[in-house]
């Protein structure tokens, strides 16, 4: 923040943002920090180091609610994505520990060196789950659920 902006803006800004919860109460205050909090770039996002097949090095790969990223480890900038909404399927290759993603228009292929590929398969399968359910106060179809996120029933 200080190579970005100079001292007197940044307490400008403290100042600023101080006098606006200093009239709100506990809980408004609580509230405004987590829809701050929420709005930040990278809420909601895992990340796991993954090597990509035929690539030699190792990458960062970005899981949201709604989408898969390739994350460039030095800047966290996503220089791919992909949505679930493009997503036709994905599979694990238990023998090896890959998993293959077919989005349209091309085929992803990766290993995950720090996790097991089965929590990233399970990450995607709950998040595609969560988004399926068009009423929350419907009791879960756990058959589903474990379909998605084991691959058996």
Same mark, same amino acid.
């Given at each position: 923040? +200080? &190579?970005?902006?100079k001292?007197?803006? /940044?307490?400008a800004?403290i100042l600023?943002?101080?006098?606006s919860?200093?009239k709100s109460s +506990? /809980?408004e #205050? &609580?509230?405004? @920090? /987590?829809? =701050? ?6 809420f909601?996002?895992s990340h796991?180091?993954v090597r990509?097949r035929? #690539?030699k090095? *190792?990458?960062? +790969?970005? !899981?949201?609610?709604?989408?898969i990223?390739?994350? $460039?480890?030095?800047?966290r900038?996503?220089? &791919?994505?992909?949505?679930y909404?493009v997503m ?5 290759n238990?023998?090896?520990?890959e998993?293959?993603? =077919?989005?349209? %228009? *091309?085929? !992803?292929?990766?290993?995950c060196? #720090?996790a $097991?590929? &089965?929590? !990233?398969? *399970?990450? /995607?399968? %709950? @998040? !595609? ?5 068009? $009423?929350?106060? =419907?009791?879960?179809n756990? *058959?589903?659920?474990?379909? +998605?996120t %084991? %691959?058996?029933?």
């Open positions: 923040m +200080l &190579k970005k902006y001292a007197k803006q /940044i307490a800004r600023e943002a101080h006098s919860l200093n +506990l /809980i #205050s &609580k509230m405004l @920090y /987590i829809r =701050q909090w929420q709005a930040l770039p990278e909601g996002l796991f180091i990509f035929g #690539s090095k *190792e990458e960062v +790969l970005g !899981i949201a609610f709604n989408r990223m390739r994350v $460039d480890p030095a800047s900038e996503a220089l &791919k994505t992909w949505r909404s036709k399927a994905w599979n694990v238990w023998e090896t520990r998993m293959v993603v =077919q989005c349209e %228009g *091309e085929t !992803i292929t990766f290993g060196t #720090s $097991d590929i &089965k929590v !990233i398969h *399970e990450f /995607i399968g %709950g @998040y !595609i789950f969560m988004s399926m359910r068009k $009423d929350v106060n =419907q009791p879960p756990e *058959e589903l659920f474990f379909k +998605l %084991g %691959g058996w029933v």
